[in-house]
């Protein structure tokens, strides 16, 4: 445990339980939220990092980030649908994608990777998101709540912490790429799927609006082309962020259409474009632990990922055997999968149950990624005074600029192996603080 972590809990520990309790660990139950957050469901202390640590991290993501999107020139040639079926990706959306894969054009570096860090403090990859429509922007926003809490700025103002409002950077982001100064943005959704998501991303569309800019909602059915500029309904907009898939596209060609002769004639911008989707796919990360990759990747390279990624492998009936071998070390994930669906943790099923997931999943679609156990992070219940270790998933946003600070979400030690707000409504969120390297309270 480091020393901030460590004098966070003793004080929250000496506080005693219950509401009268106060200090430390009652700050974020005493935090005044903004409207973005009231409806989150928190941990009770945020987390900490030195800065340099995480920053490097985030730098080693973006290095990473790199690497994965050179792999279609450097492994095939520059041809997308070998690269795509490499994957295990879907045969018919092959060519879609190769039909919008902008030539010379380095893809959008943008979006959230997941990691856990390890007993030794050391971050390791599970997942990198790599898309507009990530979400999760307004948790920055919770450090200036504690913030104004008087028990909590004296800990914070003692250990010098910092932190990165998400909003600030997305929003500069999406600045940067519009055609206008003053850029509408339209959240776009896939068709039929507003109504389901127009509440969980009031806090986005909340964030963003605060940073100044015009936001507002739409699906792809609700996108047309007229005069080479671009609409959501009957308002002409610079930059689609984009919240639906590939796959969602399919019977929307129009849409799609009129997205691509808006960004050739400079009159607005999809956020990411469709070809992130070849770099989000867990495949991807596969790729990196394939042998072909040594022959192509600089010493740098191979030292960047072997530093953050865990072995992953796309899954083939030849490694079946191998992984039942290695059960305790190995969890299996849906190359496409999200929000933990379709994901068996070796450790956690008896090998019988193991060796049929492997079975079925031999065909394609899916990679094991070797074991990362991760850090417990130990917090004080402001109700009981109770002590009890929680695992966190580091949440680490990268934009053009670098690092675009963080969401953490976590759940009790004791609980299942996949840490995710849908497959548990015991899941709960915060963030972390860092402190500068070699400051002394």
């Given at each position: 445990m480091d020393e901030v972590t460590a004098r966070y809990v003793e004080l929250c520990r000496a506080d005693g339980s219950g509401p009268a309790g106060g200090g430390l660990s009652a700050a974020v139950a005493e935090a005044e939220l903004p409207a973005c957050l009231r409806d989150a469901r928190l941990l009770a202390r945020p987390l900490f990092a030195d800065e340099p640590g995480l920053r490097s991290a985030a730098d080693d993501l973006l290095a990473l980030f790199d690497v994965l999107v050179?792999?279609?020139?450097?492994?095939?040639?520059?041809?997308?649908e070998r690269y795509w079926a490499a994957l295990g990706g879907e045969p018919r959306l092959g060519p879609l994608l190769?039909?919008?894969?902008?030539?010379?054009?380095?893809?959008?570096?943008?979006?959230?990777?997941?990691?856990?860090?390890?007993?030794?403090?050391?971050?390791?990859?599970?997942?990198?998101?790599?898309?507009?429509?990530?979400?999760?922007?307004?948790?920055?926003?919770?450090?200036?709540?504690?913030?104004a809490v008087p028990a909590?700025?004296?800990?914070?103002?003692?250990?010098?912490?910092?932190?990165?409002?998400?909003?600030?950077?997305?929003?500069?982001?999406?600045?940067?790429?519009?055609?206008?100064?003053?850029p509408v943005v339209a959240l776009v959704f896939a068709p039929g799927a507003l109504p389901r998501y127009r509440r969980p991303i009031a806090g986005t569309v909340d964030v963003l609006e605060g940073q100044g800019l015009e936001v507002l909602l739409g699906e792809l059915g609700d996108v047309r082309g007229e005069a080479g500029k671009l609409f959501v309904g009957t308002a002409r907009v610079d930059v689609v962020l984009r919240y639906f898939t590939v796959d969602d596209t399919i019977g929307h060609e129009d849409a799609l259409d009129a997205i691509t002769r808006a960004q050739e004639k400079g009159t607005a911008v999809?956020?990411?474009g469709l070809d992130s989707a070849l770099f989000t796919n867990k495949g991807a990360l596969a790729l990196l632990s394939d042998p072909r990759c040594d022959a192509v990747l600089s010493?740098?390279?191979?030292?960047?990922?072997?530093?953050?990624?865990?072995?992953?492998?796309?899954?083939?009936?030849?490694?079946?055997?191998?992984?039942?071998?290695?059960?305790?070390?190995?969890?299996?994930?849906?190359?496409?999968?999200?929000?933990?669906?379709?994901?068996?943790?070796?450790?956690?099923?008896?090998?019988?149950?193991?060796?049929?997931?492997?079975?079925?999943?031999a065909d394609g679609g899916f990679v094991v990624q070797r074991?990362?156990?991760?850090?417990?992070?130990?917090?004080?219940?402001?109700?009981?005074?109770?002590?009890?270790?929680?695992?966190?998933?580091?949440?680490?946003?990268?934009?053009?600029?670098?690092?675009?600070?963080?969401?953490?979400?976590?759940?009790?030690?004791?609980?299942?192996?996949?840490?995710?707000?849908?497959?548990?409504?015991?899941?709960?969120?915060?963030?972390?603080?860092?402190?500068?390297?070699?400051?002394?309270?």
């Open positions: 050179s792999l279609p020139d450097r492994l095939f040639d520059g041809d997308v190769r039909r919008h894969v902008r030539a010379g054009r380095p893809a959008d570096r943008f979006g959230r990777a997941d990691l856990y860090r390890d007993e030794h403090g050391r971050f390791a990859l599970l997942e990198f998101n790599i898309a507009g429509g990530v979400g999760g922007f307004e948790l920055g926003e919770l450090p200036r709540s504690l913030e909590f700025a004296a800990f914070a103002e003692r250990y010098a912490l910092r932190h990165v409002r998400t909003a600030e950077r997305v929003a500069a982001t999406l600045r940067a790429v519009a055609p206008r100064p003053s999809l956020w990411t010493a740098p390279e191979r030292r960047v990922t072997e530093r953050i990624l865990p072995w992953t492998a796309l899954l083939t009936a030849p490694l079946v055997d191998r992984c039942v071998e290695e059960r305790e070390r190995m969890i299996l994930k849906p190359c496409r999968g999200f929000a933990g669906s379709g994901v068996v943790a070796g450790w956690a099923c008896p090998e019988r149950e193991w060796r049929d997931a492997l079975r079925s999943a074991r990362v156990v991760p850090r417990p992070e130990p917090v004080v219940d402001p109700g009981t005074g109770a002590t009890e270790d929680w695992t966190p998933v580091w949440g680490l946003y990268v934009t053009p600029d670098g690092y675009g600070g963080n969401a953490i979400r976590a759940q009790r030690a004791t609980g299942g192996d996949v840490i995710g707000y849908s497959t548990s409504t015991e899941t709960l969120a915060t963030v972390a603080f860092t402190r500068p390297a070699g400051d002394e309270p």
